[in-house]
């Protein structure tokens, strides 16, 4: 395994369900995000862990609920979702440096694309 | 606050002809700028980053970019554009060093090269 895998890459679900998403990186990095990616619309930023602390969660709905217990693997954990929260769902990660520094790269999964009936 | 602007969603090229995708970015300080690729059913690929010095970055496959901070811009060129370039492109800013958590990205635009 190399890169950050991500799974399932497909899942559809009702809204009544509860499922999660996992995402496994073999970097050695010590910072992991969460991204949504609809159609036709910017990038955005979900969560971020550092070194397994939540450092961000912008305006997420409570449906949506994050774990990191470790800093390789990082999961979303789906319940009562809505239509609209059908999209890409992209996991990343990055390696922070000492004093905030770092390549400004991301390296991201391939996706799980969720459908939400 | 930083915002990304990629003006059209879609941008069509003829094989071998130049490829200039647009990018302007507003930050309130010295930016950092990235491009990255996203190929059909893969995640983001970076292609280059500019964080300081030389104002005109190079990046893989060919593909250069040149920070203009007179015009606020970030455009992305290659010379010549090959099949495989197909993909969607997406310019990024971040403000702070270091702050992948703050990268703010356009909306992306589709690539398409016709033989």
């Known amino acids: 395994e190399t890169g950050v895998t991500q799974t399932p890459r497909h899942l559809v679900m009702g809204m009544t369900n509860k499922k999660s998403l996992k995402c496994e990186q073999h970097l050695g990095h010590n910072a992991m995000y969460w991204y949504k990616q609809s159609a036709k619309k910017p990038l955005e930023l979900m969560f971020v862990?550092?070194?397994?602390?939540?450092?961000e969660n912008n305006s997420v709905p409570s449906r949506f609920s994050p774990e990191c217990p470790n800093s390789s693997h990082l999961f979303l954990h789906l319940h009562t979702l809505q239509p609209e929260d059908s999209a890409l769902y992209l996991c990343?990660?990055?390696?922070?440096?000492?004093?905030?520094?770092?390549?400004?790269?991301?390296?991201f999964g391939e996706g799980s694309r969720l459908t939400v009936l | 606050a930083q915002s990304v602007t990629q003006l059209g969603s879609h941008v069509s090229v003829s094989e071998g002809a130049l490829v200039l995708l647009r990018c302007n970015y507003s930050s309130s300080v010295p930016p950092y700028l990235f491009w990255y690729v996203q190929y059909p059913n893969q995640g983001l690929q970076l292609l280059l980053k500019?964080?300081?010095?030389?104002?005109l970055v190079k990046g893989i496959n060919g593909f250069e970019a040149e920070f203009k901070k007179s015009e606020t811009s970030f455009h992305l060129t290659k010379p010549s554009a090959h099949m495989s370039d197909a993909a969607e492109y997406f310019c990024a800013v971040s403000e702070r060093p270091g702050a992948n958590s703050k990268l703010t990205f356009g909306k992306g635009i589709t690539l398409s090269v016709r033989p």
């Open positions: 862990y550092n070194f397994k602390e939540q450092t």
């Open positions: 990343a990660s990055s390696q922070e440096l000492a004093g905030g520094t770092n390549t400004g790269e991301l390296f």
């Open positions: 500019y964080t300081t010095g030389a104002t």
